[in-house]
């Protein structure tokens, strides 16, 4: 009769630590063991268990959860994301394509980087992924204009979107500054930098499919006009057949060169 009544007070204590975790309360194991008069070792499995049975929910499809012990605070807490969150292996090659591509400013990537981490990993999975990168981010080497391109890139986006015609001030590579009314097309990254891909006055008509090409943080203002342009849908910007044709985001019409070798 005592072990049956023992086992319903586990079972009820069991019940409680994991419905306290599901509200989102931190967990102390010292004070769970005075509060319940168990020893500590009892805590410790209980919340074994909890964190057994969330893992047989986890392979089993449903949405991942994880209890782990929360350094800062001194506790347990549940954690939880979506199985369809990425995966610790797509994270980290998100980063290393991220880093690798020097494009944003070090404030900007590690912005991104931090939120990839935290919105998609466990805390157990984050130490790790954290250990590999730390490193690279420390020593993250940075465009020269040092410029924050996020919301430029989105706004531009948002104008290729509603296909309204522009006007820009821009600053060549010589240092002249330079104003046009555009039609933006397009945004790709090359070579460390952000481009807008966009036709210039009437001359889409002439050379269709030979845009101009602007480096994003060379453009010193832009403001988006009330008119709107149309491109046919056989005329439309392709990124992927565009950066295969110029690679190095240079514009112009193609061109064959015959050469012969000995």
């Given at each position: ?36 008069g168990?020893?500590?070792r ?75 981490i ?26 020269r ?36 009314k ?47 342009f ?33």
């Amino acid at each position: 009769m005592r072990e049956s009544s023992d086992n319903s007070g586990k079972t009820k204590r069991i019940l409680e630590i994991q419905e306290r975790l599901k509200s989102g309360e931190i967990l102390n194991k010292s004070r769970l063991a005075d509060e319940y008069g168990v020893d500590p070792r009892s805590i410790q499995r209980d919340i074994d268990e909890i964190r057994a049975f969330y893992a047989d929910r986890s392979l089993a499809g449903n949405s991942i959860i994880e209890i782990s012990y929360d350094r800062e605070h001194k506790g347990f807490r549940l954690v939880e994301k979506s199985s369809s969150a990425l995966t610790d292996a797509e994270i980290f090659a998100v980063i290393k394509i991220l880093l690798d591509s020097r494009a944003l400013n070090k404030a900007e990537i590690r912005q991104i980087v931090e939120k990839l981490i935290d919105m998609n990993l466990l805390p157990s999975e984050k130490k790790m992924i954290n250990g590999l990168i730390s490193n690279e981010l420390y020593n993250y080497a940075e465009p020269r204009h040092h410029k924050a391109l996020l919301e430029t890139v989105w706004r531009l986006g948002n104008i290729i979107h509603e296909q309204r015609v522009t006007k820009l001030r821009y600053k060549k590579s010589n240092g002249s500054i330079s104003e046009a009314k555009v039609k933006p097309v397009g945004i790709m990254v090359s070579e460390y930098y952000f481009y807008l891909i966009a036709y210039i006055g009437d001359a889409d008509k002439e050379h269709t499919g030979y845009p101009t090409i602007y480096r994003v943080d060379r453009i010193l203002g832009f403001r988006a006009l009330d008119e709107t342009f149309y491109i046919p849908y056989k005329d439309r910007f392709e990124e992927g057949e565009f950066r295969k044709r110029i690679p190095f985001m240079y514009s112009g019409k193609l061109q064959k060169k015959t050469f012969i070798y000995k």
